[in-house]
């Protein structure tokens, strides 16, 4: 595996796993403490959740298992959300689909999921989604105020465009760590609309959510994917790598931006084509033939 050392105290592995759909998994607290050892196994370090994952529940799941095996907390880098609200049975008290970045909120949002995951503290809080209401000041009060009580060690954002990362930063004392933004194959408009050339420049690493732009790689159906899936395959010959999944990934972490896809599986098979991703690299002129595959035309 390896790893962006983006601090003294934040390791990050190339590849995240992550826990949006995880109460689809339908696993008990020891089918997690066995799904949570084989990521760990793969050397990947870092899981990725959110407050609101599972209607505000899958924290819960996956806290269970830490609480239930005491050495596992201090193998992992974990990563959290805060500041999408939306009516959901675990908190009845949220009426409305809403975004809120009130330092009240964001607060409130980073201790229950440090109680939730029974963590101790997060490695990484993210600001879920830009608001169009955001008040920088709240936002560099919460973080403060995590920061100096030991509650959240480092801070970033989520699909946060550049110029509104960049204003965000300039109210926050603490650097932002990384911003996590959809792309893969099929998503690849972070690669020529300043996004990634803004992370580059200050030397920030992305997230890559949904890297296998939510399974919809494989819909044989639809003929942009399967033109898609075709160019992957064909860059896997060079190499003898016939697995699908593995080529995407390996596509994105190839690119000179550092990205970290989030693995949306848990399926042990598809996490081990994940991690060995690592071993295929891309070069120019494979690369670019799965973007102009993903474009629909060759570059000019
Ligand atoms: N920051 C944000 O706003 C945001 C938004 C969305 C997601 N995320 C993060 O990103 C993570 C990944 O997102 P994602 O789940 O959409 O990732 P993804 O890997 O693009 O999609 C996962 C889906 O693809 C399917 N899949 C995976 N490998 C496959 C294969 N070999 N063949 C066929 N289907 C396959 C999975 O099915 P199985 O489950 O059956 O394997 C699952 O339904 C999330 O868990 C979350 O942590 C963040």
Sequence with gaps: ????????????????????????????TQGYIRLIEEVLATGINTFDHAACYGGFANESRFGAALKADKSLRERMTIVSKCGISFPNPTLPEMKSKHYDNSAAHIIWSAERSVRELGCGHLDLLLLHRPSPFLNPEEVAAAFDSLHTRGIVRHFGVSNYPAQKLNMLQSYVAQPLATNQIEISPLHIAPFSDGSLDYLLEKRIKPMAWSPLAGGKLFDHSDERSRRVAQALLQAGEACSETRLDTLAYAWLLSHPAGLMPIIGSGQSERIRNAADALSVRFDDEAWIRVYAAAQGHDVP
């Design 1 to 28: 595996m390896e790893y962006h050392i983006i601090n003294q105290d934040l390791k990050m592995s190339r590849l995240v796993h992550g826990y949006w759909r995880a109460h689809k998994w339908d696993l008990d």
